[in-house]
Structure formats: structure tokens, C-alpha cells
């Protein structure tokens, strides 16, 4: 039961070192043998820690919170998972995989007539994809075994679940052809974010800084001094090599031709060869914390946010990288996917960008034209505070939905 679990930290003391390592670890554990109280909805995770279980079980959870249900989670180890079937009327099955423990509560659900759901933010359910990817490759074998099968397969393929969640409507299509009801469930900030990135401008504008902390320094390279302009890539996860191998060549260009800027990388990336030469312009930065992940998103002045361009495991990505820049006033240049095409007004609060030249063409106006990096960031942030902040959420079809199946019971 605990060999995918162990396979994480293991994953984590590769990425982030033992110390995060060991307070992601006791994190975990108390979470599993946390008592779960009872009311609406429970949601069962695959895990405590991370992007996955922050957006879709602590994020959701607060946003049907804001629209009056009871929520509570658990993680799929907990010793006393079946016995929450008798406390909750709704239960949202986040990416977990077939345990014991999960078969045990599966059936006392369906025995009682409960409602099942299940959420994805990815494509894992089906293995096929999984198993092409980057990301599969740099797994351990614990985590391998965990996604070789599917996560979440037997849901998709169980006619009892008749509804899923999800982030994206490429990934609704992908649901609804298992003849599955599908509500999209964009991720969305939180409170806390919302608090953290207001601070973040707040102290800049008491210290009368421009959009990025590094912006009033004089680069003088080339013997002549300009203002420096940082571009950041924040990658976050093992699975991105790929999708910054896109837009390499157009770095080289840019970093050629304008010696002003620099580029600061965040998360497990290997820098590509070629950039090699740059090193004394290159800033890599590991794994953070949630506040010090929004400090260094507004430290730079433009975001970039590619993606692997004709692959589908690609395309089901949310559009976080966006709106996340988007609350510090950050600009974002990003792939044109259809999630991106659908979250970003083309050249009014971001850029989408299609090919070299495409690339070469947006980020290079948003390197000369500081007004323009001023003017699409706070669309951006606008964008950010309508469309993807708790505060603003209104899923009403979803509320819905679950209000009936609460009150069927």
C-alpha cells in the first residue's frame, strides 16, 4: 500500500533534498492518520503535497467551501478510509489508484447509492501517455509501477461514475469519450495566493519599484549600460526538459541580441548545451516555498510558459502558469495550445505564441517596450482576479449538481 508513497519521497529527495524531503515526509504522515470528521463532500488525493493536491483537493475544496458545502480530505492510505463512506454524501476521487483501502470504500459507496466523482488534471488515465512521456523516464521504479497502469483508469472505465472534473475542455473532450458528464473545474487561487501576491505589490510600490526587482539594474555588458530585463522560465516539475527544448533556439536569438537580458530558471531543468555560453547571465533557482515561488515570479519581467507542441499530454495542461504571473503583474509569452488560446486574450493581457518566428516576434516587444510589459501585466493581474480566484468563482452548473446530489440522499 505504501510503495507509491514511498516512491514519491524518494522523488522528493531527488528534486527538492532530504530536508524538504523529511517535512514533506512527517506533512504526509500526519495527514494520514489525521481523523476525518464528516459533511458534503470528501475528497480522497493521491497525495498532500504539490501543485496536484493543492489546485484540485485544498483550492476546490475551499471554493465549494465559499458556496456553502462541508468538505473534508483524506489520502488514499489512510488506515480509515472505508469507515467515511457512512459520513459523506459526495465523494471526488483526486487521481487515485486502486488500493485495497480504495476498493474497500468504493464498495460500501456504491452499496449505500452514493455519488462518485472523479478528477484529473492529466491525461493519466491513460497509460498509453503516460508512459511517453518525459517524465516517466525519470521515475523511480516505485513511481513507475504507479503510473504504468493508469492513474484513475478504473474510474474512467467503472459505468457506476458517471460525472468527472477536470481543468481543461481538451481534457472534458478526452473524458466524454467515456461517456462521461464532465464539469470544468479551472484551478484557481486561492485566498492565501491572493493575500501573498498582493503583499508581494504592495511592498513594491511602498519602495517605488518598477515591475521587476531586478529592473533598476544597469547591465554593462557590451560596454554600453541599458536597463536589464529578466525572462523566467519556472518549471516545476521533472516533465518540462521538453517543453523548454522549444524555445531554446529563440533564447540563443534573444540572448544574442540583447545582451540586457538575463534568464532566471526555477525547478529541476537541465539547461541545454547551447546555452552553456550564457552561464554568467543564467540564474537556476531550486524549489521554494509557496510565498518565495510568488517573490520570484515578480522578480522577473517576463514570463514564459512552452509546451511541447502535437503532443496531447501537452495540451490537457491548465493554464496556472498564466494566471499565476498574471497576480504580480508579470506578462506571460505562451504556447499556443488551446488551454492558452482559450485563457489569453492574444496581445492584450498576454501573448500565445506558435512557432520560432512567432516567439522571437512577442518576446522581443515585450523586451523593448516597457509600457507594454506595464500594460499586459495588469490585464493580466485583472484576468487573474476575474477568471481564476476563488473569490470570484461561480461554477454554478457544478454547485448544482452537487446540491442535488446531496439532497437525493
Known sequence: MFSRYLGKIISVIRQEGLFC??????????????PVGSGDVLF????????????????????????????????????LLPTYADK??????????????????????????????????DLLFDPLYAKSQDFFEKSNALMKKFYEKGVGTEFVNDPYVNVCTTTTSFLAEKLREHNKKVFVVPNKLSKKDIEIADGILKAKKLMKLPASTRGDRLSTRGGKASRAISIGYFS???SHNKDFATITNILLRIMEKY??????????????????????RIKQLPFVSREKHFENVAGVDINLAPLETGNPFCEAKSELKFFEAGIVNVPTVAAATQTFREAITDGTDGFVANGEEEWFEKIEKLIIDENLRKTMGGKARQ????????????????????????KSL
Open 21 to 34: 524531503a523529511l517535512k514533506k515526509f512527517i506533512l504526509a504522515t500526519f495527514l494520514i492518520i489525521r
Open 44 to 79: 480522497v488525493s493521491s497525495g498532500v503535497v504539490g501543485n496536484t493536491s493543492r489546485f484540485r483537493v485544498r483550492n476546490v475544496a475551499e471554493e465549494l467551501e465559499k458556496h456553502g458545502f462541508k468538505c473534508s480530505f483524506a489520502v488514499q492510505e489512510h488506515p
Open 88 to 121: 459523506f454524501s459526495i465523494f471526488i476521487f483526486q487521481q487515485v489508484n486502486y488500493t485495497p483501502q480504495v476498493e474497500k470504500i468504493i464498495k460500501k459507496i456504491k452499496k449505500q447509492n452514493k455519488e462518485i466523482i472523479f478528477d484529473t488534471d
Open 236 to 238: 516545476g516539475a521533472l
Open 259 to 280: 545582451k540586457n537580458v538575463e534568464l532566471v530558471l526555477a525547478g529541476p531543468l537541465d539547461i541545454e548545451s547551447e546555452l552553456h555560453k550564457f552561464s554568467a
Open 383 to 406: 484576468t487573474a482576479l476575474a477568471r481564476y480566484s476563488i473569490s470570484s468563482s461561480n461554477n454554478e452548473e457544478h454547485y448544482e449538481y452537487l446540491k442535488s446530489k446531496i
